[in-house]
């Protein structure tokens, strides 16, 4: 063998720096990389999922397209597994193959009431003020009261966009109908709810600090929340994070009563237990069962029962991955069954030839970007050492692959593509004095991509 043919599937961080790595990595052996993409646009979660209002996490980009723009990695967007490209075609045309798919739905709450009108998923939401071309363009923010389950980052994100104002996302990349759709939203309280307490939220403090500092929202705190336990206490005194955030909420419990238009309210020891409706079927209220903290860092149901009106409702639980046709799956984890990358039969250890993977369709969705690097250097250490799993392709031609592509009349894009997209979106924001404003329909991202612009 001259060179190892090696598909990696999923151009997010994970896919990028497994790409990257591969190709830095000492072996005895060359490498010949083709990333593949559903979309027609590279990055990921860094462009669909981290909040545009992050300019500085949303330039991680830049990074990511330094190493695409070195051109030893070829780019093919708009191609998705498991129609476009099936492991049958990879097993032909590659020696191995990397997925690093990452996670795009949201984890299941399994309350009563969860199906009805104006509940929905803190992915779904993302996806639409992000500008995803496959999640419909309106939204609907009718409602005065809102709660976010959730105390994560993305219950931050969510609860953010939802209370910030329409004119102070201005500078943002988001899409106009975005600002169209946030800028009529009527929106007075936001609610937060956590299950545990202050000192057990997986808020990172950068994050929560921000939502203090938003233009006329105030943030609503409730004593009853701070009445810490020991195990609290501990937290708070041996971890740093903690006692940072813990910080931010006590300095919010101090300013004196607000008068802005909008409200943050953080809620804890909530423990979800239905979406109410009303009679047309329709979110009216969220009830939940108050929680304490049970001495170890966990709560106990309490047996009180409280109700918060609200006309929407965000579940912001986590993420969850999604199988891959012919791919082993734990449905349980959402996760590619692996061990440090390398792919395993499910229920057992054996390991499925070939096959790897990497980012959060390995470890399931926790974690930053960066972790995705140290991730991949794991993953990549055992394609270079796995020589005898690999697969032995028919045709592992790299003209293979683009005549494959072709003759399915796949309409993919490329790096140069990509830079075409980059441009237009560039100079539509120019006029306004914006970084960018995102191309959504994935018809435009694509005839723009390919220069077929007549279409567009
Ligand atoms: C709302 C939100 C906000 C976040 N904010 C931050 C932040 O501020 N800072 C931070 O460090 N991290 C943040 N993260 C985490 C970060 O986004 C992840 O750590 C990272 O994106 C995971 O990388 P990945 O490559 O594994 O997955 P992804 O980024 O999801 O990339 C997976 C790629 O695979 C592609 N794909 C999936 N299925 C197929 C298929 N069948 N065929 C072809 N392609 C496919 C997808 O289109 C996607 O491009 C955030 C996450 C979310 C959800």
């Given at each position: 063998?001259?060179?190892?043919?090696?598909?990696?599937?999923?151009?997010?961080?994970?896919?990028?720096?497994?790409?990257?790595?591969?190709?830095?990595?000492?072996?005895k052996?060359?490498?010949?990389?083709d990333?593949?993409?559903?979309?027609?646009?590279?990055?990921?979660?860094?462009?669909?999922?981290?909040?545009?209002?992050h300019?500085?996490?949303?330039?991680?980009?830049?990074?990511l397209?330094?190493?695409?723009?070195?051109?030893?990695?070829?780019?093919?967007?708009?191609?998705?597994?498991?129609?476009?490209?099936?492991?049958?075609?990879?097993?032909?045309?590659?020696?191995?193959?990397?997925?690093?798919?990452?996670?795009?739905?949201?984890?299941?709450?399994?309350i009563?009431?969860?199906e009805?009108?104006?509940?929905?998923?803190?992915?779904?939401?993302?996806?639409?003020?992000?500008?995803?071309?496959?999640?419909?363009?309106?939204?609907?923010?009718?409602?005065?009261?809102?709660?976010?389950?959730?105390?994560?980052n993305?219950?931050?994100?969510?609860?953010?966009?939802?209370?910030?104002?329409a004119?102070?996302?201005?500078?943002?990349?988001?899409?106009?109908?975005?600002?169209?759709?946030?800028?009529?939203?009527?929106?007075?309280d936001?609610?937060?709810?956590?299950?545990?307490g202050?000192a057990?939220?997986?808020?990172?403090?950068?994050?929560?600090?921000?939502?203090?500092?938003?233009?006329?929202?105030?943030?609503?705190?409730?004593?009853?929340?701070f009445?810490?336990?020991d195990?609290?206490?501990?937290?708070?005194?041996?971890?740093?994070?903690?006692?940072?955030?813990?910080?931010?909420?006590?300095?919010?419990?101090?300013?004196?009563a607000g008068?802005?238009?909008?409200?943050?309210?953080?809620?804890?020891?909530?423990?979800?237990?239905?979406?109410?409706?009303?009679?047309?079927?329709?979110?009216?209220?969220?009830?939940?069962?108050?929680?304490?903290?049970?001495?170890e860092?966990?709560?106990?149901?309490?047996?009180?029962?409280?109700?918060?009106?609200?006309q929407?409702?965000?579940?912001?639980?986590?993420?969850?991955?999604?199988?891959?046709?012919?791919?082993?799956?734990?449905?349980?984890?959402?996760?590619i069954?692996?061990?440090?990358?390398v792919?395993?039969?499910?229920?057992?250890?054996?390991?499925?030839?070939?096959?790897?993977?990497t980012?959060?369709i390995?470890r399931?969705?926790?974690?930053l970007?960066?972790?995705?690097?140290?991730?991949?250097m794991?993953?990549?250490?055992?394609?270079?050492?796995?020589?005898?799993?690999?697969?032995a392709?028919?045709?592992?031609?790299?003209e293979?692959?683009?005549?494959?592509?072709?003759?399915?009349?796949?309409?993919?894009?490329?790096?140069?593509?990509?830079?075409n997209?980059?441009?237009?979106e560039?100079a539509?924001?120019?006029?306004?004095?914006?970084?960018?404003?995102?191309?959504?329909?994935?018809?435009d991202m694509?005839?723009i991509?390919?220069?077929?612009?007549?279409?567009?």
């Amino acid at each position: 063998m001259t060179k190892l043919r090696v598909a990696i599937v999923g151009a997010g961080p994970a896919g990028i720096y497994a790409a990257d790595i591969l190709l830095k990595a000492e072996r005895k052996f060359e490498v010949s990389i083709d990333l593949f993409d559903r979309l027609p646009a590279p990055y990921g979660l860094v462009r669909y999922g981290v909040a545009p209002d992050h300019p500085r996490i949303k330039g991680i980009i830049n990074a990511l397209r330094e190493v695409l723009d070195r051109g030893d990695i070829r780019v093919f967007g708009n191609v998705n597994f498991g129609t476009d490209l099936t492991l049958d075609d990879l097993k032909r045309h590659y020696h191995a193959v990397i997925f690093a798919t990452g996670a795009v739905r949201d984890a299941p709450l399994n309350i009563p009431g969860v199906e009805l009108d104006g509940s929905y998923g803190a992915a779904d939401f993302v996806s639409w003020f992000d500008g995803h071309p496959d999640v419909p363009r309106e939204w609907p923010l009718e409602a005065q009261s809102v709660a976010v389950i959730g105390n994560g980052n993305v219950a931050l994100d969510v609860s953010r966009m939802l209370a910030k104002h329409a004119d102070d996302l201005l500078s943002t990349e988001i899409p106009e109908n975005v600002y169209e759709g946030l800028k009529a939203s009527p929106v007075t309280d936001v609610h937060v709810f956590g299950r545990r307490g202050p000192a057990q939220v997986k808020f990172t403090p950068l994050e929560l600090r921000e939502l203090g500092e938003l233009n006329d929202v105030d943030m609503v705190l409730y004593d009853e929340d701070f009445d810490y336990d020991d195990a609290s206490k501990t937290a708070i005194a041996s971890n740093k994070q903690v006692m940072v955030i813990d910080k931010i909420l006590q300095k919010w419990r101090e300013r004196p009563a607000g008068t802005a238009s909008r409200r943050l309210h953080l809620h804890f020891y909530a423990k979800p237990l239905e979406v109410v409706g009303d009679e047309n079927g329709r979110v009216a209220a969220f009830r939940y069962e108050r929680t304490r903290p049970d001495a170890e860092g966990g709560v106990v149901g309490t047996g009180e029962i409280r109700e918060v009106p609200v006309q929407a409702l965000y579940r912001a639980v986590g993420y969850f991955g999604s199988p891959l046709e012919g791919i082993p799956f734990d449905k349980k984890h959402g996760v590619i069954p692996n061990r440090e990358g390398v792919a395993l039969k499910k229920g057992s250890n054996d390991v499925v030839p070939g096959v790897y993977a990497t980012g959060w369709i390995k470890r399931g969705p926790v974690g930053l970007i960066g972790h995705t690097k140290s991730d991949a250097m794991e993953t990549i250490r055992h394609v270079i050492n796995g020589e005898g799993s690999w697969w032995a392709p028919e045709s592992p031609s790299e003209e293979s692959v683009v005549e494959l592509l072709d003759s399915r009349g796949v309409r993919y894009t490329d790096v140069d593509g990509w830079h075409n997209l980059d441009q237009h979106e560039i100079a539509l924001g120019a006029p306004h004095g914006r970084a960018r404003v995102k191309v959504v329909p994935r018809e435009d991202m694509v005839a723009i991509s390919r220069n077929e612009t007549a279409t567009v």
